[in-house]
């Protein structure tokens, strides 16, 4: 009789729905675009992270259906079994000139490659040094690999830099997301360079949010970095601004070496379906035939903000297209996201434990495929749904 946790399970949903912490889906029956369908209805979708309009994009479809053409739908094996097929070499080599690195290595997805990544380079006597703002999957590949884990406050150069002159560990990490995903400022990667010289550490960097977005063509954070450091370990991913699915780790020959010997979330994985190399490929080469899709991005988000501040819509600094409306409270911040839903926009609320406590916000993200009337509507939306949901008591 009764669950076999004495309804831990249960209490701990009802808490969840009593803070307004519960989390829910939508099934959206359409592909992502500006536009989406969810639940019988057409919405503005302000919430996908295919920043450039590429998930749909006919030139990822078409290379994506020629890659099943010849090589079906599944990679059958890990990659070093079976499942390295000639598309996730093409990815691997496209992928690396495209950032500027000798050699790159295809995960599975960014969590897993972030897993990896971290599991590989650290032992019991590495420490892990992380902003505190951090992408989860990183924490949690910081956590599986048994490294001593030192988080420091966000941005805090002066403060990471104590920690690691204090750091007695044989092998030191920084790992930082490069654009952070629920705020959309950047880490200062000059500094973050520096430090890791002076300190002879590894510096991780998760530009899940930066590739597509960030340098001419979209190249990433790094482009333009001043000092190319044989200490950076770049990792990248596909589903976001490049429109498909999986992630790079790029770095030097030795690292991608040492990864496909000692990545456990690469070697005992099955391999990505062979089309989403294919896709990866069609998005490098759009991405360099053509600048339009970062430039029009870049144009919306300009477009976005002044409109804000125009409705007088607070925003957080950010150039990139994770645009938050901070609003504190997790309810009030499900009222606002169900206004605007109610006015035809699909914006989510992120809720605590993704944002610490008291942080909730509307988490909008823009897209090249987003016409400028589209941000023009919804910074109006916002205006009107942050002034008639219930303000904090
Ligand atoms: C989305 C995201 C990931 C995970 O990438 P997936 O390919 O979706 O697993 C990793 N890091 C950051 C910062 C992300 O936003």
């Known amino acids: 009789m009764g669950a076999p946790d004495d309804g831990r399970l249960a209490r701990g949903l009802e808490e969840a729905r009593s803070r307004s912490l519960l989390r829910t889906r939508r099934v959206v029956a359409s592909p992502q675009g500006a536009r989406v369908q969810v639940e019988g209805r057409e919405l503005l979708n302000f919430s996908s992270n295919d920043y450039l309009g590429l998930a749909n994009h006919p030139a990822l479809r ?62 019991r006597s590495t420490e892990i040094f992380a902003d505190k703002l951090n992408h989860a999957c990183l924490n949690d590949g910081a956590l599986l690999s048994r490294a001593t884990f030192t988080r420091y406050p966000h941005l805090d150069m002066a403060a990471l830099e104590e920690r690691l002159r204090v750091s007695q560990a044989s092998t030191r990490i920084v790992a930082t997301d490069t654009v952070f995903s629920m705020d959309g400022d950047e880490a200062p990667l000059e500094a973050l360079v520096d430090l890791c ?10 530009d899940a949010h930066g590739i597509g977005v960030l340098g001419p063509r979209g190249r990433g954070c790094l482009e333009g970095l001043v000092a190319r450091s044989p200490r950076i370990v770049y990792m990248a991913t596909l589903g976001k601004a490049l429109g498909g699915y999986g992630a790079f780790a790029a770095g030097a020959p030795e690292v991608v070496d040492w ?129 008639r949901a219930k303000p904090l008591a």
């Open 259 to 387: 990864l496909v010997q000692r990545a456990r979330t690469y070697i005992y994985s099955t391999a990505l379906p062979p089309m989403a190399g294919a896709a990866a490929v069609a998005a490098i080469e759009l991405l360099e035939a053509d600048a339009t899709p970062v430039d029009t991005l870049r144009d919306r988000i300009a477009a976005f903000r002044s409109a804000c501040e125009a409705a007088h819509v607070p925003l957080m600094p950010s150039r990139t297209a994770v645009q938050p409306v901070l609003v504190g409270d997790a309810q009030r911040a499900l009222d606002v996201a169900a206004r605007l839903r109610d006015e035809g926009f699909l914006v989510p609320a992120i809720r605590p434990p993704t944002v610490p406590e008291g942080a909730s916000r509307l988490r909008v993200s823009l897209s090249a495929a987003h016409a400028e009337p589209d941000v023009r509507e919804l910074a109006r939306a916002l205006a009107r749904a942050l002034a």
């Open 62 to 123: 078409d290379a994506a259906k020629r890659a099943i053409d010849a090589y079906g739908v599944g990679a059958g094996a890990s990659p070093l079994v079976s499942g390295y097929l000639e598309p996730h070499r093409e990815a691997e080599e496209r992928f690396a000139a495209f950032v500027g690195f000798p050699s790159a290595l295809l995960f599975p997805s960014g969590y897993a490659a972030n897993l990896g990544i971290l599991t590989a380079l650290a032992d």
């Open 197 to 206: 010289e002076t300190h002879h550490a590894w510096l991780v960097l998760d």
